[in-house]
């Protein structure tokens, strides 16, 4: 996800050395800044849809490859997309928005006994050496 953000930054800080414009007091967007914006966006998704199509066919995410883990139902099988995508990460991320605390707890849900976050109780997941 941090790579996504270069041309972001890139972006921006090229657009924040336009003094003509400040000097002329203009608060007009940059293009540059909104193109930089869309790239970011853009490379997030990307990401995103990588780890969800790696996800569904392999169990694991670029990190989980890098790390020799996977992600697997209770009973070994593949999570597929729904439990692995759906309700592994997005249901959790829609909880995580609207209650505060719920993302340090399912954080920290790993250290209770079955090693296992929130959202792989709700998942009905679990990560497993690859």
């Not at 209770?112 to 990560?127: L, M, S």
């Amino acid at each position: 996800y941090m790579a996504s953000m270069a041309p972001w930054f890139l972006l921006s800080a090229y657009a924040g050395n336009d003094t003509q414009q400040a000097q002329r007091g203009e608060d007009a967007i940059d293009l540059a800044e909104v193109g930089g914006l869309f790239l970011f966006l853009g490379g997030l998704l990307a990401v995103a849809i990588i780890n969800w199509i790696l996800v569904v066919r392999s169990g694991q995410t670029i990190a989980k490859k890098m790390l020799g883990m996977r992600i697997v139902r209770l009973d070994g099988s593949l999570p597929g997309f729904g439990h692995g995508v759906v309700l592994r990460s997005w249901v959790p991320g829609i909880i995580a928005a609207f209650v505060g605390l719920f993302a340090m707890a399912n954080a920290l849900a790993i250290f209770g006994k079955e090693c296992r976050c929130i959202h792989d109780f709700i998942a009905g997941t679990r990560v497993v050496e690859a």
